[in-house]
């Protein structure tokens, strides 16, 4: 980093605009229905008459905070505010609705700020180096990879019975559209607006807002826990990093190395360093209930995912994640080719956009902190206005997807889809799982098998791919196995 | 439970709604013709995700055009993507032909037709113009033994299927591979399936395929990470390329770019595609155009009229020349995954114990709440009526079921619903520029 970096950075309008993006992007992210891809597509028009490094590091601000602006929605609401923030409601609101509301949300906080700082440095250090490692790997390794992603995520629950039977439901949902693999279409019955199958978006605002919406119904305005928090009491103190600070590096280390791999966002991140921290727990039976190293490790890793999704992204060229693509079309609009050239061409760009992320990140923290009281007030507002406000944000936001009312329907039809497995016990977090990695398993499936004649057989002689494979399989059959020996004992 | 319908106690304030909403039907219908067109602003379709390159050179295009005031109305992007751009050309070909719609889609509209992805082409459409284009070129890992077409073309006799050519199957770059294929009678590729031009270079840089074609300005991007072009799809050699041989110099006849076109639906007026062409070709002649087209080694191309239908003619028999081959090594995953659910659903139905909460979800008020959702929405989808006027409706509407006072707060609710409604209406249509329902 160089001074002229340095000086743009610290510049006052630098700074405002920093700041301006970090909260809007905080608030959206808050808001549940609203996530920070749709904030940044709607934002990215308004930067065409800034400058170029302007308008990246504004939507690159707005990016960490809409990250970090769920967890909040998720704490007190019960609300995932974006989908990165599915893994935290687990344990946050239990905590928060135990009595413990500034603990739960200060420890996101403060999670969400060292997971954003520890990424920073390996976006800083390691970019060139962890690009071009992830080009060695072939579709059959991506394939067994995305495998063990997905058992990973059927463990998380209670029964995982059910977690398997959600994510082969989630992933059943994908199917509908063009195949990502052969391009034909399939599932679609017909229905020419079903060639694009249904998208995550209006699935995910169907599943959790709206039919989040629908049972706070039932409750009469008496009945709901008031959760607000103040600002005091937030930080954590020094017994708190000596306790959480293996788990913040390990999930923050593992949230940055998910956020490079192409197509695997922060929600796959928070999910997996979740399990991994209640695998790894001295206290696994807390987790669910109001666990801290949960919330902990959620949050640290799904803002970790930001710098390591900007690592591919910068070096390469290559978008590691759906806002990430949208990032990729600003540096075209703004005249910043992306791909390898762009670190030796316009190395004060790179650095500043760098930059940008590692302020930002800081100024989340404040801004979070300060903001709480305020935001918490979401959930004090009367359900008469706060309802149709929601309803009416979960509309926009289906549709503004790609302008269409077939997207709305689809959210009305998952809000039934949310409900009924609500009822019957289906967890749902596996099924969202299931639906954004079958896809991309796919493709990379059907690429390996059309370059191998429709061989599986390469999936044991490549070194990574069976490695891989075989702890997947391995995941799932010792857990049975276990309960196997439980049952014999008993 | 006197005032179970409190709502029909204030009959003015329905009155007053439809008559706002009859004005704003009127205003809508009223009768355009072609001499005084355009009278509100024109939405162009672009039926791909935001910040792409079809993307970018429409706003581009678009920003010239607003600031040259070649206009007298804005044009409006609307991204509407998915399935290969089928979705958005579907849309605007369902549309009113009355100038107010506009399609961007390049040589893809051909391809899906080819590919089977739509049942119909350029001949649903009007064509305006066509702008701008990018020569495709082939390329493999720079360190590859393969230097020139003729050597890549001669492997590719000799061992049929054996070469690992990356394709969007069913889209242009596939297609751009069939093409030459036929150029050399037995030579023959096995497609494999890699999606945009990123994914493409990538798997060339991995090792996972021997080739793949590329537009100009994406070779152009990739070039110093390690790929090396072989030839350019075109009559004559590229400005920014200058020492790359075509392919008709190696001595196969074929040409294959990417063509961004311009398309009303079928049926709009000549007088109204006649202007939109001229405006078009005029800001493609502005400094502002030629400039960037320049940085984004776009080829300065403006077609209409009889040089366009000649084009399109030219291109959709090149296209169907070519025939795809069935992919057959693929099993049907949507079978595989319907199995799982199946096994693990009865899994879970004899597990029957836990399974079944007996806690109730819902209550006659979520299902009014729901019934009312659905409602709002079919309004949304089958009317015209005006976006704030029926959100305010919704939420005031909404606000009166979920509140469960006797005596409701009218005022601050209308208050709140107008607020809300003509709030958003304004912040995204206005400020943000983006389309919303209705």
């Not at chain 1, 959480?244 to 949230?255: A, D, E, H, K, T």
């Not at chain 2, 398309?263 to 000549?270: H, I, L």
Request: include cysteine.
């Amino acid at each position: 980093m160089n001074t002229e970096v340095l000086q743009y950075l610290f510049s006052p309008s630098t700074l405002l605009l920093l700041a301006l993006g970090t909260w809007l992007g905080i608030v959206v992210g808050a808001i549940p229905g609203l996530t920070g891809a749709m904030l940044i597509a709607l934002s990215l028009p308004l930067t065409f008459a800034m400058d170029g490094t302007d308008a990246l590091a504004l939507l690159i601000a707005m990016y960490v905070g809409s990250v970090s602006g769920g967890l909040i929605t998720a704490t007190l609401l019960k609300m995932p505010g974006t989908p990165s923030s599915i893994m935290t409601t687990l344990d946050g609101y239990p905590l928060a609705a135990s009595g413990n509301p500034g603990r739960a949300l200060g420890l996101g906080i403060c999670a969400s700020g060292m997971g954003g700082l520890i990424s920073w440095i390996f976006l800083a250090t390691l970019a060139a180096p962890v690009a071009k490692f992830a080009h060695h790997l072939g579709p059959y390794d991506f394939f067994a990879l995305i495998m063990m992603a997905m058992a990973l995520i059927a463990l998380v629950g209670k029964s995982m019975l059910m977690g398997l039977l959600s994510g082969f439901i989630g992933m059943l949902f994908s199917m509908p559209g063009f195949s990502p693999s052969s391009g034909e279409s399939r599932l679609t019955f017909g229905y020419a607006e079903m060639n694009d199958g249904f998208k995550l978006l209006p699935v995910m605002i169907g599943l959790y807002a709206v039919s989040e919406v629908v049972i706070m119904l039932k409750k009469t305005d008496g009945e709901i826990k008031e959760i607000t928090a103040k600002p005091t009491g937030m930080w954590m103190s020094l017994a708190d990093w000596k306790k959480y600070g293996v788990n913040i590096f390990r999930s923050s280390l593992l949230g940055t190395w998910i956020g490079v791999l192409p197509g695997i966002g922060a929600n796959v991140g928070s999910v997996t360093a979740y399990t991994l921290a209640k695998k790894s727990s001295k206290e696994p039976e807390k987790f669910g209930k109001g666990s801290e190293e949960g919330i902990v490790a959620s949050e640290s890793a799904n803002n970790a995912t930001v710098g390591g999704a900007l690592i591919p992204l910068l070096a390469m060229g290559i978008p590691g994640s759906v806002v990430d693509a949208i990032l990729l079309g600003g540096m075209v609009i703004h005249g910043l080719q992306p791909g390898p050239l762009l670190m030796t061409s316009h190395p004060d760009d790179v650095w500043s956009l760098t930059g940008a992320m590692l302020i930002s990140n800081i100024m989340m923290i404040g801004l979070m902190v300060l903001s709480v009281g305020w935001l918490s007030k979401l959930a004090k507002i009367s359900k008469t206005y706060l309802i149709p406000a929601i309803l009416v944000f979960c509309v926009i936001g289906s549709y503004g997807l790609s302008n269409r009312m077939f997207d709305v329907w689809v959210m009305l039809f998952f809000c039934l889809v949310g409900l009924a497995m609500r009822k019957l016990k289906i967890p749902l977090a596996p099924f969202i799982i299931g639906f954004v990695l079958w896809p991309m398993a796919e493709e990379n499936l059907g690429t390996a098998l059309m370059s191998h004649n429709g061989s599986f057989m390469p999936i044991f002689k490549q070194p990574i791919a069976c490695t891989l494979f075989l702890l997947t399989i391995a995941m799932l059959v010792v857990p049975f196995i276990k309960q196997m020996k439980k049952d014999e004992n008993v | 439970m006197i005032q179970k319908f409190p709502i029909s106690k204030s009959p003015k304030l329905w009155r007053q709604i439809f008559c706002l909403s009859a004005l704003f039907a009127c205003f809508n219908l009223s009768a355009d013709n072609a001499e005084n067109w355009p009278q509100r602003p024109v939405k162009v379709i672009v039926p791909f995700g935001a910040g792409g390159s079809s993307d970018t050179f429409t706003r581009q295009l678009i920003r010239v055009i607003k600031k040259d005031n070649l206009l007298s109305q804005p044009l409006v992007v609307i991204n509407v993507g998915g399935a290969g751009g089928t979705i958005g050309s579907r849309r605007v070909r369902n549309a009113r032909p009355d100038g107010y719609t506009m399609l961007m889609l390049h040589e893809g509209i051909l391809t899906a037709k080819h590919a089977g992805k739509a049942a119909y082409g350029p001949e649903a459409f009007e064509a305006v113009a066509a702008t701008g284009m990018s020569p495709n070129v082939i390329a493999v890992k720079s360190d590859s033994h393969f230097e020139s077409l003729k050597d890549l073309m001669a492997e590719a006799k000799k061992s049929p299927n054996a070469l690992n050519f990356a394709a969007n199957i069913g889209a242009p770059s596939h297609f751009a591979g069939l093409i030459l294929e036929k150029t050399d009678k037995g030579a023959m590729f096995n497609f494999v399936q890699y999606g945009g031009g990123a994914e493409r270079y990538g798997a060339i840089m991995g090792g996972h395929v021997d080739m793949s074609v590329f537009s100009i300005d994406e070779y152009l991007r990739y070039k110093d990470g390690g790929l090396k072009a072989l030839a350019v799809f075109s009559n004559e050699r590229q400005a920014a390329l200058p020492e790359l041989p075509t392919s008709a110099e190696q001595g196969f006849e074929l040409n294959s770019s990417i063509m961004n076109f311009w398309w009303m639906p079928k049926g709009t007026p000549e007088a109204i595609r006649n202007k939109m062409a001229e405006v078009i070709e005029k800001a493609m002649a502005s400094q502002d155009m030629q400039g960037f087209m320049k940085s984004n080694w776009i080829k300065d191309t403006t077609l209409k009229g009889q040089d366009l239908s000649a084009e399109l003619v030219e291109r959709e028999k090149t296209i169907s020349e070519v025939s795809m081959r069935k992919i057959d090594v693929l099993p049907r995953f949507e079978r595989w995954i319907f199995g799982f659910v199946a096994f693990f659903s009865v899994l879970a139905f004899l597990q029957k114990s836990n399974s079944r909460s007996s806690e109730r979800i819902w209550n006659f008020t979520s299902i009014k709440v729901f019934a009312l959702s659905a409602i709002y929405v079919s309004i949304l989808s089958l009317t015209s009526l005006s976006y704030p006027l029926v959100s305010s409706a919704y939420v005031f509407v909404l606000g009166l079921i979920i509140t469960r006072k006797e005596k409701p707060a009218y005022l601050p609710l209308a208050f709140f619903s107008l607020v809300l409604s003509f709030g958003l209406f304004f912040l995204f249509t206005r400020v943000l520029v983006v389309d919303l329902p209705g």
